[in-house]
Structure formats: structure tokens, C-alpha cells
Nanobody, 123 residues
Framework: QLQLVESGGGLVQPGGSLRLSCAAS????????IGWFRQAPGKEREGVSC????????NYADSVKGRFTISRDNAKNTVYLQMNSLNPEDTAVYYC????????????????WGQGTLVTVSE
């Protein structure tokens, strides 16, 4: 069974950094794009970043460009989201998800979702 598990969330002060991990089990990530999404309290889920199966193509939401970096290590079956210069508006539950494609498709085409990891940015 295809499963994704996020880790690395926590409490961080404004200006700080966190690295989230998305580990896959039951399948190899080599053939799948992976996306990171987040949902803040009272808000709709939004796309944060996506990387294709090779790692050669990435995209970012405007709100995180220049601060977040997505990467993948297919040998470790893991995708990462390095988050720098965090601010309170980044507080949310972060999810990773996979579509049945090697490229990054529309949000509705992401089929497999993790349970999420909470990131809180606060003094």
C-alpha cells in the first residue's frame, strides 16, 4: 500500500528554519512527482511546492519563493522541504502528496496524501 509520512514539523521562532521530510513506503518515489501543501487554521489548503520525479523541475507558490527549497533523494525514497526565514503566516499543517504522474499536475490530481506535520512559527 502506498503511504507517505511527513516529519520535521515543530515550533520555531520567526526568522528560523525547519526541514520537513516526506518518506514513502510501499512504493518507490522514483516515478512520482511530489508536492507539498499546507493548510492554516480557518483557511483552504494551498499548494506550496512541487518537484517532478527526476528533481529537474520544481515550482513554488509566490508566498514561499526564495525562502523554501524542495529537493528529493530517490535513493532514500524521501522528499524534503527546506524552509528558511519562517514567519507566522507560514504556520500550518504541511502535507506531502503524490499524483500518478512523473510531472507536477493540477492539485486535484494528487492521489496519495500523508497525514501532515504541524509547523508553528511563533515567539
Amino acid at each position: 500500500q502506498l503511504q507517505l509520512v511527513e516529519s520535521g514539523g515543530g515550533l520555531v521562532q520567526p526568522g528560523g528554519s525547519l526541514r520537513l521530510s516526506c518518506a514513502a513506503s510501499g512504493f518507490t518515489l522514483d516515478y512520482y512527482a511530489i508536492g507539498w501543501f499546507r493548510q492554516a487554521p480557518g483557511k483552504e489548503r494551498e499548494g506550496v511546492s512541487c518537484v517532478d520525479s527526476s528533481g529537474g523541475s520544481t515550482n513554488y507558490a509566490d508566498s514561499v519563493k526564495g525562502r523554501f527549497t524542495i529537493s528529493r533523494d530517490n535513493a532514500k525514497n524521501t522528499v524534503y522541504l527546506q524552509m528558511n526565514s519562517l514567519n507566522p503566516e507560514d504556520t500550518a499543517v504541511y502535507y506531502c502528496a503524490a499524483p500518478d504522474f512523473w510531472f507536477c499536475p493540477r492539485v486535484r490530481q494528487f492521489e496519495y496524501w500523508g497525514q501532515g506535520t504541524l509547523v508553528t512559527v511563533s515567539e
